[in-house]
């Protein structure tokens, strides 16, 4: 069972550059997110989605974009990436209804804007 | 909004217990979580509380007092393993989880 699969798992990128980060899991849950990671920070809540066809922004969205066109995938873009974009990004999903609905995380995607 | 509370780090010996406490103030308050994170790897969920009192799970407890907005993680006979980061986690009422910075436990010998 994979659960939730993100690419790439690392990345340098240009300032300036597009990015997409993917994400997709096979549990069929209804609600995916995406966090960044930051030293001192912890978990910082992106964008988020409770089933497809829906988006929400959490903590910190402004300079990234989301898309849910179906259960599975969750990509994030980076229209123009800034340094400040340097960051661990966690895919996550969880089922809502029913059970404690936790989340289940990806292993991560380590972006560096340079 | 979410304002989580949690200590930077936290040393413990081998054999020995650890109890990490979070304080959190939230605008609607729907479950409190507690995540484990070993370095370099993703968060793993370890327990969930929705109501007061104490949820037990093997050598690791987790508790909480809504009204106090409180809670913390016992971990019991400390293992050179669960020397990890501890992430304390609440969720509102849009199920978004919001995440303290985290304990960082280091088990020594």
């Known amino acids: 069972i994979a659960g939730i699969t993100q690419a790439p798992t690392s990345q340098i990128l240009a300032a300036g550059r597009r990015m997409t980060l993917r994400c997709t899991q096979d549990m069929r849950h209804n609600a995916m997110y995406w966090y960044r990671q930051d030293l001192g920070l912890g978990l910082r809540l992106i964008h988020y989605s409770n089933t497809a066809g829906t988006t929400g922004k959490g903590e910190v969205p402004d300079g990234y974009s989301v898309s849910r066109a179906n259960t599975d995938d969750f990509p994030l873009t980076l229209a123009s990436a800034v340094p400040s974009q340097t960051s661990v990004y966690f895919c996550?999903?969880?089922?809502?209804?029913?059970?404690?609905?936790?989340?289940?995380f990806g292993e991560g995607s380590r972006l560096t804007v340079l | 909004g979410q304002n989580i509370d949690q200590p930077t780090e936290m040393t413990a010996t081998e054999g020995a217990i650890v109890q990490i406490n979070c304080t959190y103030q939230t605008s609607g308050f729907n479950g409190l979580f507690w995540y484990q994170q070993h370095a370099g790897e993703a968060p793993t969920f370890l327990s969930y509380n929705v109501l007061d009192g104490l949820e037990e799970k093997g050598r690791f407890s987790s508790f909480l007092s809504r009204s106090k907005g409180y809670s913390y993680l016992l971990l019991k006979e400390l293992q050179m393993k669960d020397s990890a980061s501890y992430l304390c986690a609440v969720r509102d009422r849009d199920y978004k989880l919001s995440f303290g910075a985290g304990t960082t436990v280091t088990v020594r010998a």
């Open positions: 996550a999903s969880s089922e809502k209804s029913g059970g404690a609905g936790e989340l289940f």
